[in-house]
Structure formats: C-alpha cells, structure tokens
C-alpha cells in the first residue's frame, strides 16, 4: 500500500475528541503540515475547543524511509515533556508509531489508518509513569478535500 499521509508533502486538518486522564471529551481541531528535505518535518498542532483550552504542539523530524523499509525513526520537542524519540511501522493500511520520552517517563502510541489517499484515522495514547494522561481519536483530512 502506498501512503499519502507523511510520505507526501502537504496540509492536513484535524478534528476529533482528546481525553483527559478521568477520560473527560473535549472536541479539538488542528493540523499537520508535512514538508520534505534532508529530514521530513511534520508541524503539528492541535487545540481543545472548550475551556480550559489547551494546545498540543509538536515538532517532529523524521529519518524518511530506506528503499524497501518498513519502518523508520523520528524525533521531536514536545514543549511539555521535552524532547522525545520514536519509530513509524508501516503495516499495511496503517502507519503506526511508539514513542518514548529522553526520561523515560512518558512513553505512547499512535497509528494513523488510512480510508482514502485524502482521509486518516488517527488514534493515540500518551502514558506518564504507569498512567495514562490522555488519548485521542481525529480525523485528518488533506487540505483542500472537497467532499468534506
């Protein structure tokens, strides 16, 4: 399967629900901005909508893809637990990735599952210690899509 989703550069607009760690909803919006160079950069944004509004931001760098790999390592700054380390897997129409914190203190998983070359599923956890801080389900839809 050929992914669009990170392996394309490009903008992509999220929205779905983030939980809090007494697993309360909050609707959130954001986006990705994908850009390739030596590294590929992945922007990321995102932002509950309601009050208390928080915002998530990430920075990642991604190693891009050996010919023929099925897996590949990032790394990011997370301005609320520092700097942190990863791989992406890809498996078949899923994009998966592990992280971990440079402490070792939070750790988490996300995948981005792929419905069309313009729409991802995306489903996450972020762990503190041995518990959870939050999870996420949104949906990323390229810019520019019209049939949303």
Known sequence: MEHS???HEGLWVASGHYFDDAARTRAVKGHSRITHGEMWEVESFMQRMKPPRLTFENHYRVSPFEAGADFTVWSSHNPAIGPVS?????????ILSIF???D?????SEFFLSLDENLYQN???????????SS???KLARAGRTDE
């Open 123 to 133: 489903r996450g956890a972020l762990f503190k210690d041995q518990g959870r801080i």
């Open 104 to 108: 070792g203190r939070y750790t988490g």
């Open 100 to 102: 971990a914190s440079e």
């Open 5 to 7: 989703y990170l392996f």
């Open 136 to 138: 996420w389900a949104v």
């Open 86 to 94: 990863g791989r992406f897997f890809l498996i078949g129409d899923t």
